[in-house]
C-alpha cells in the first residue's frame, strides 16, 4: 500500500539510488510465489532503510517481522565490520526463500535468523543492546513491540515502525482493531517525551523515532 500518488512514487524511485540487482530478485520472486506480496518494503522504503542504518552504522539491529528478507538486507548494509542483525520471522516456511535470499548477497553472514514469536524471542536477548530497532509485524502489538524493546535500544539509537498511516485509516473514521492499535500507538507516541518522532510518507507511513 501506498499513500503517494503512483507517478509521484515513481518519480522518487526514479530520483534516489538505483535498487540493487539482488533486491531485484527478491522483488520479483516475493511477487510471484508469496501471498501479500505488497508487505515486501520495496525500492523506495528499502534505500531509506539502507540510508538511515549507514548514517548510524550500527553494530547491531533488531528487526520484528523478516517477511522475505528484503528490508533486512537493506538495514544490513550500514552494518559495522563486526555487526549483527537480528531478524525475527513467525512463519517457518519463508526459511529455505530465507536462506537463498540472504546467501545471494555479501551481508548474509552478518544476519541472525530466528524464527518464533517475537515476545518470546526479545526476552531471551538479555546481554543484546541495539542501535537500530525496526518494528515490521502484526500490527496490533507494535505498542507492545515498542515498550518491550525499549530499554534495549542505546541513546541516540532509532526505532523505525511501518505501516503507521494504515492506508489512510488513522486520519480517518474507521474504527476496526488494527486501525485502533495504530491510531493509539501514534497517539501514545507523539507525547512520549523519552524520544523524538517524525512520521514519513513513505507507502504505508514510516515513523522513525531517535531516543534520548
Not at 35 to 54: A, E, I, T
Not at 114 to 139: C, R, S, W
Request: include cysteine.
Amino acid at each position: 500500500m501506498e499513500i503517494l500518488p503512483h507517478d509521484l512514487q515513481l518519480y522518487l524511485e526514479d530520483h534516489c539510488d538505483p535498487e540493487p540487482p539482488e533486491l531485484q530478485k527478491i522483488n520479483r520472486e516475493t511477487y510471484l510465489k508469496v501471498l501479500q506480496p505488497h508487505m515486501l518494503s520495496g525500492h523506495y522504503q528499502g534505500r531509506l532503510l539502507s540510508m538511515l542504518s549507514k548514517m548510524i552504522q550500527p553494530r547491531r539491529i533488531l528487526e520484528i517481522g523478516t517477511f522475505t528478507g528484503y528490508a533486512t538486507i537493506c538495514l544490513a548494509e550500514g552494518l559495522t565490520d563486526d555487526g549483527l542483525i537480528h531478524t525475527i520471522e513467525v512463519n517457518h516456511e519463508f526459511e529455505p526463500m530465507l536462506i537463498q535470499h540472504f546467501k545471494s548477497t555479501n551481508v548474509d553472514k552478518k544476519i541472525r535468523l530466528h524464527f518464533g514469536l517475537a515476545e518470546q524471542i526479545i526476552v531471551q536477548m538479555t546481554e543484546e543492546n541495539f542501535d537500530i530497532v525496526f518494528i515490521d509485524a502484526d500490527k496490533k502489538n507494535n505498542l507492545h513491540y515498542f515498550q518491550l524493546i525499549f530499554d534495549k535500544v542505546r541513546s541516540g539509537g532509532l526505532i523505525i515502525i511501518d505501516n503507521v498511516l494504515w492506508k489512510g485509516k488513522v486520519y480517518g473514521t474507521e474504527n476496526d482493531v488494527d486501525t485502533r492499535s495504530i491510531r493509539e500507538l501514534n497517539d501514545r507516541l507523539a507525547v512520549d517525551t523519552r524520544v523524538e518522532k517524525l512520521i514519513l510518507p513513505v507507502r504505508d507511513g514510516v515513523m522513525v523515532i531517535r531516543k534520548k
